[in-house]
């Protein structure tokens, strides 16, 4: 059934990240928010400006969401306990939330990106690594590492990559932060730069 306005641009961004998750962000369109509520596309230019702004915006939202579950999440842990809420956290959300998880990897521009919940995502990431007392650059390496293995994987995942092969992606998640954890423990401090081949 269509949704009558009282229309604000919060409830059109809460609508338009619940529509991502329906149909993929990708497809998330001022024109296709405007058949939702079942108004004129004019009507919700008051509001946001294009498309461009709504997934911005969805982008935002579902970047402030992640950080507080993480944040809750974490809470209270330390080391090994703290690594696993963590990606818990955002496997579960990616799970939940499919069309929000890609929208918080929408490209912001600079300024919008520093007062989003971004650099929060970046300073618990650090947090967590305090417990393996890396120094730098080790730490960046480090969280470089946690965003690419939690990404790659639930990337994967949501996209049924893991659903025609044994064990069960349920299985190989823990395994892969036993492994995380272990090569943390034991990280470098620091690496020689790799020489390119002269021949």
């Given amino acids: 059934m269509a949704v009558r306005p009282g229309l604000t641009a919060e409830r059109l961004v809460r609508a338009g990240a619940e529509l991502a998750d329906e149909v993929g962000f990708e497809h998330v369109t001022v024109s296709e928010l405007a058949r939702r509520f079942d108004v004129k596309v004019a009507s919700l230019y008051s509001h946001v400006r294009n498309s461009h702004d709504l997934k911005t915006r969805i982008a935002l939202l579902a970047l402030d969401e992640l950080a507080d579950r993480a944040s809750d ?3 209270g ?3 090994r306990d703290a690594l696993t809420a963590f990606a818990d956290a955002y496997r579960a959300y990616a799970v939940e939330h499919p069309g929000r998880y890609t929208a918080a990897r929408f490209p912001l521009d600079p300024q919008t990106a520093a ?4 650099p929060r995502h970046a300073r618990m990431s650090r947090a967590i690594l305090r417990g393996y007392d890396l120094p ?6 480090a969280v470089r590492l946690l965003g690419s293995v939690f990404h790659g994987f639930v990337s994967l995942e949501t996209a049924g990559g893991f659903s025609h092969s044994a064990p069960p992606a349920a299985e190989t998640w823990p395994w892969i932060l036993d492994a995380l954890d272990a090569l943390l423990r034991d990280a470098p401090a620091s690496h020689r730069p790799i020489k390119a081949d002269p021949s």
């Fill in 136 to 141: 730098e650059p080790a730490e960046t390496h």
């Fill in 73 to 75: 999440a974490v809470a």
């Fill in 77 to 79: 842990r330390a080391g």
């Fill in 115 to 118: 007062a989003s919940a971004g």
